[in-house]
């Protein structure tokens, strides 16, 4: 028994998990709120004025062609994600309701999901008995415990849908008007298309790089594979733009 | 402790779970996919399209932009999706090497790791012990556990990355093509845009009211929330083009 021993002293664990570095790498929420803005908003607006360019569309029109996706884009990304963002808190406060519900009317068949969730990382029923019943003792955590490991729900935070969505439309604004600059700059399309390529070509290599950097990526991995989402979706809109050209 | 003998009854057990209809709603990754797709397929090429009719712009060049918007926005959606879930499996796989590493150097933390984690719902050492115990007679299954509940990180299927990138991009094609077809079919713009906003706004309402009922919310509510994206997302473009048009 002396290794269940061990893991009643409380003191020597507090003590290990203190020197624990956690060296797991956890992007925060922000990054990837800012990740997903910038990502589309550099590339689709990118495409599209690439795609008019093949069409001989005047820079004229390409910019407020551009400038109303980025609009659009911007809002169907940022509303779009609140809107998911609220209906995911209501679909946890629903089923929080339902777990919270069942430890009163079906006790028993909750204990036994607890003990099918133990088993089935091999403890036997003497081992994971006890644990059931230190749930079965504090109604709150056991709730808590079937929404985490039975249903694998987090709790959102209440006030994560309002940033989140200001953080995404914000970051699609800022990428979305980089391929755009040459457009203001060159009355010519088929001059400012040349600009609005190279331009935004670095600028996905950059943000593709630092986004390897903050997800645990590899950085010039990713930064290759950034340019190329950007390189074969302009490529693919300036094809079917000669091709269906008015 | 007649309780713990209770879940000793591993019979029992199975007999009670398998009565236990599971009502909990899940929503299917297929289903996840069409609905990203096909909202965003029908808001933004829908509001670029109103936006550039706001600007005077003719059909066959509104249809151009629609097009290679809907091009390009499939591609950055689908092969953006492709990488991304290509790099969470590259997560996930780090991270299985560094528990799969940590419980052979460091045991005794990841041990601690696993009590705190049972401590932290209400359980006492006497009654989580034998749980750390059973892990850690099985290197396997506690590898599973840290990955689990310390990191909350799932097993991703590996052919999930293809087929989601596939289902997206195609349903963001069927999403745009929507608000398309009167430019094709009207070439005064200022005509065809009644007609796109129209036609759109009965696809919100009705793809918003199927979205409700799938993802187990309101599917009135959900209807008109869909709805509002669009219509908030068109005007804004519109009023944006009017402002900029050349």
Do not use: C
Request: charged content about 20%.
């Amino acid at each position: 028994m002396s290794e269940v021993h061990g893991y009643t002293d409380v003191e020597k664990q507090r003590v290990l998990l203190n020197d624990h570095q956690e060296r797991h790498f956890m992007s925060s929420d922000v990054v990837r709120d800012v990740i997903i803005g910038v990502s589309d908003g550099l590339t689709v607006p990118f495409a599209l004025a690439a795609g008019l360019s093949g069409a001989d569309v005047p820079s004229s029109i390409i910019l407020v062609a551009g400038i109303a996706e980025v609009a659009a884009g911007s809002i169907s990304m940022g509303l779009g994600g609140y809107l998911a963002a609220k209906s995911e808190a209501d679909h946890y406060e629903r089923e929080l309701k339902r777990e919270q519900q069942e430890i009163i009317t079906v006790p028993d068949i909750e204990a036994a999901e607890v003990a099918d969730i133990l088993a089935q990382y091999g403890a036997e029923p003497h081992e994971y008995g006890p644990v059931v019943s230190a749930l079965q003792r504090n109604p709150r955590a056991w709730v808590d415990f079937m929404m985490k490991f039975e249903l694998g729900l987090e709790k959102p935070d209440p006030k994560r849908a309002l940033w989140s969505a200001l953080t995404i439309a914000l970051s699609y604004i800022v990428g979305g008007m980089v391929p755009l600059v040459p457009y203001m700059a060159i009355p010519m399309a088929s001059h400012a298309v040349g600009a609005s390529v190279a331009l935004t070509l670095v600028a996905l290599l950059v943000f593709g790089f630092v986004k390897g950097h903050y997800t645990g990526n590899q950085p010039f991995k990713s930064a290759l594979q950034t340019a190329l989402i950007g390189a074969v979706a302009s490529a693919a809109a300036y094809s079917i733009a000669k091709v269906v050209k008015p």
